[in-house]
């Protein structure tokens, strides 16, 4: 027996509309990409082609060794890492004893010396004085020699006569032979004189004592046993913050052993690694734009190109590429590009040297060089912290001079 027959449902009929209407949205959809694609095209066409940007870019500063220029032991530390410091400060001390008997020893060699120099002027005058009394013994000599002469002549005249005996007549030669000889030791002590005025004004004639040979070389030892003292203590050459000290009390340190760092933060740039391709149109004096990671976005920093690296990373790596080989395969170099920070920006916001940096270049103007054509007419960097040492020790010297001296001595001659 046959089951009864089940209804059939009637099909749903398709709907046009519907289908329609996702098309249009597929359509819209690509469409709006598309135009989104040609929009972001033209803008980067129109304005990224006015700029050249690079986030391989960091921080640079001048990172100032702190080194001892003689060796001595650490007796004190006074700074820290993290720790501000003055220009002049006391960082490191050293154990100054043996430089202060080394300086001691050198001032007493530099009195000694004034005061044999005084000795030399003042023999000047001995020794003319000398000479002159020399030639009174000569003109005395030379008096009693003609008087000696005369009395032989006259009794030569009476010999005749028998008026003179033989005797008479041979002493009277003999007194002239005395007197001969009287006079030639008058005049070799004359010579003798002389000789010793002459060689002790070579010692003296051309300078004064405070300038003699003898005191500058003696002077020559205090002002360096002046400096090895002074520089047992480690002064800051310029402002800035302590890094890196690895420096320890009671350590014994040779000279030029890094003890510390001090990095000025005011004086800061950014080194920003170009590649190749992208130097074509960067240019000295051009705007830059600068991000850094540890403020975000939300701050920019205004920058100029200060100027181009004379070569590529690759060029100064200590272990430089070997490109002549043969499985040599390219790869686009970098070029750094220093950029100059506005001073005042980072006072504000202060950086860190190794932040990293996002820098956007400006290429519109092309009127700057890719290379500086003049050197800077001034040092970049420098400090006056160790000047005071050299005038320190220049008047040590004149203090010891002067109260050694005495009264002026000039010489006669």
Not at 43 to 59: F, K, Q
Not at 60 to 84: E, L, R
Not at 125 to 137: G, I, P, Y
Not at 355 to 383: N, R, Y
């Amino acid at each position: 027996m046959n089951a009864p027959a089940t209804p059939m449902t009637p099909a749903t009929p398709p709907n046009p509309a519907g289908a329609n209407n996702k098309r249009a949205k597929a359509l819209k959809g690509v469409a709006l990409v598309v135009l989104l694609g040609l929009a972001y095209g033209g803008y980067e066409w129109y304005l990224g082609r006015h700029e050249e940007a690079t986030d391989n870019a960091y921080v640079q500063g001048n990172v100032v060794q702190i080194t001892p220029q003689v060796g001595g032991t650490v007796t004190a530390i006074y700074a820290d890492d993290t720790d501000f410091v003055k220009a002049g400060q006391p960082l490191v001390q050293l154990d100054p004893a043996d430089a202060q008997v080394a300086l001691d020893q050198a001032e007493a060699n530099l009195a000694q010396a004034v005061r044999q120099v005084r000795t030399l002027y003042a023999n000047n005058s001995t020794l003319d004085a000398q000479v002159a009394l020399r030639e009174t013994d000569v003109t005395r000599a030379r008096t009693e020699l003609a008087r000696a002469t005369d009395d032989l002549a006259r009794r030569q005249s009476l010999v005749g006569n028998g008026a003179v005996s033989k005797e008479e007549l041979g002493h009277a030669q003999s007194q002239v032979a005395a007197a001969q000889n009287a006079l030639a030791a008058a005049q070799a002590g004359v010579n003798a004189a002389r000789e010793q005025l002459s060689s002790n004004q070579t010692l003296t004639e051309g300078t004064r004592a405070d300038s003699h040979p003898s005191v500058m070389v003696a002077a020559a030892k205090v002002r360096e046993a002046y400096l090895a003292l002074h520089r047992a203590a480690l002064p800051a050459p310029v402002d800035g913050y302590v890094a890196k000290r690895t420096v320890q009390l009671g350590q014994r340190v040779p000279a030029g052993s890094p003890l510390m760092s001090i990095i000025p933060l005011n004086q800061l740039w950014v080194d920003a690694n170009f590649k190749e391709v992208q130097l074509r149109t960067i240019r000295i004096g051009q705007p830059v734009l600068l991000t850094a990671d540890v403020y975000g976005k939300k701050l920019e920093y205004k920058g100029t190109v200060a100027g181009m690296g004379a070569g590529t990373g690759a060029a100064f790596a200590l272990l430089p590429a070997q490109n002549a080989t043969g499985n040599w395969i390219k790869v686009v170099q970098r070029v750094p590009v220093r950029i100059a920070l506005d001073p005042q920006q980072v006072l504000q916001n202060p950086l860190r040297v190794g932040l990293s940096m996002e820098a956007t270049v400006d290429v519109t103007d092309q009127s700057g060089k890719t290379l500086s054509e003049a050197a800077h007419p001034t040092s970049a960097v420098q400090t006056q912290v160790y000047a005071a040492m050299d005038k320190g020790a220049s008047d040590e010297v004149s203090r010891i001079i002067a109260s050694n001296l005495g009264k002026p001595v000039k010489s006669t001659h």
